[in-house]
């Protein structure tokens, strides 16, 4: 099966819930309050699972996991990977 790309909308709302939830545990280190931390590690794991996207390159066959960002090219050979 070849190789697809996140849709655009999806990718985004992945982004914005993972920095979302960072900020609200940086919220809590500088603030303590622990539902901040409960509330931005729900966030930012959500958004990591939501972003997370398992590639396989055409060229060396090595698997690659990119998590909210979008990856065109393999890291190990340069080859494309759409």
């Keep these: ?9 999806r990718l ?3 982004q914005i819930l993972l ?5 609200g545990v940086a919220g809590e280190l500088v603030l303590g309050h622990k539902e901040l931390l409960l509330g931005g590690m729900s ?3 959500t958004g990591a699972v939501l972003g997370m996207h ?3 390159c055409p060229q060396c066959e090595k698997k690659q996991t ?6 065109e090219h393999c890291q190990s050979c340069g080859s494309a990977l759409f």
């Design 1 to 9: 099966m070849p190789n697809q790309r996140l849709p655009p909308t």
């Design 12 to 14: 985004k709302i992945a």
């Design 19 to 23: 920095y979302v939830g960072l900020l």
């Design 43 to 45: 966030l930012a794991l």
């Design 54 to 56: 398992r590639l396989t």
């Design 66 to 71: 990119s998590v909210c960002v979008e990856i």
